[in-house]
């Protein structure tokens, strides 16, 4: 039984090592970007008890899982039960150059057109991990890495993680 969680900035390639982990472990596979936003209203956070509900659902409803994204709230509650936390820290420019370079998502943007009209905000957010103060940040992430008692590993290049992908996507 493996239950992944893992962290860092826009860009840092949480959904890439996500998803090899994923295929890897026969495990399930949650983006907090599904549930900490409104559904019917883009832009727009859910109420965190609403998102905590769907996230605990999901965690006891599944034996093996990997979980990823960036808020700090709802990565509190998954830490709790996970295996192994992975903190991604390759770099704002590492994080940049990843934003501009990766593919459609249609799970989050409705046209090709609609993420690359975003793409501006998001460097200029993706920038700011270093100096921001929010959940979003790399206090908070370094915070909660800090904090876990737990198997943990922090991967600071896409190399590495890379690496733990390649691996991963080897023996599936």
């Not at 890439?16 to 832009?43: C, F, N, V, Y």
């Not at 409705?110 to 998001?122: C, F, T, W």
Request: aromatic content about 8%.
């Amino acid at each position: 039984m493996e239950r992944i969680l893992i962290f860092g900035n826009s860009g840092s390639g949480k959904s890439s090592l996500a998803k090899a982990l994923s295929a890897r472990h026969s495990a399930e596979h949650l983006d907090l970007d599904t549930i900490a936003w409104e559904a019917d209203r883009p832009g727009v956070r859910a109420p965190f008890e609403e998102s905590r509900g769907a996230l605990l659902r999901f965690i006891l409803g599944a034996e093996s899982w990997v979980i990823e994204g960036c808020y700090s709230g709802l990565l509190k509650e998954a830490a709790r039960y996970c295996t192994e936390m992975i903190f991604l820290n390759p770099g704002v420019e590492a994080c940049v150059r990843n934003c501009e370079a990766r593919p459609w998502e249609p799970h989050k943007y409705p046209s090709p057109e609609a993420q690359d009209a975003n793409l501006r905000m998001l460097v200029a957010w993706v920038r700011e991990y270093e100096t921001r103060d929010d959940e979003f940040s790399l206090r908070e992430h370094r915070k909660l890495f800090d904090a876990h008692a737990g198997r943990k590993v922090e991967y600071r290049s896409n190399e590495e993680a890379s690496r733990r992908a390649g691996e991963a996507t080897r023996r599936a």
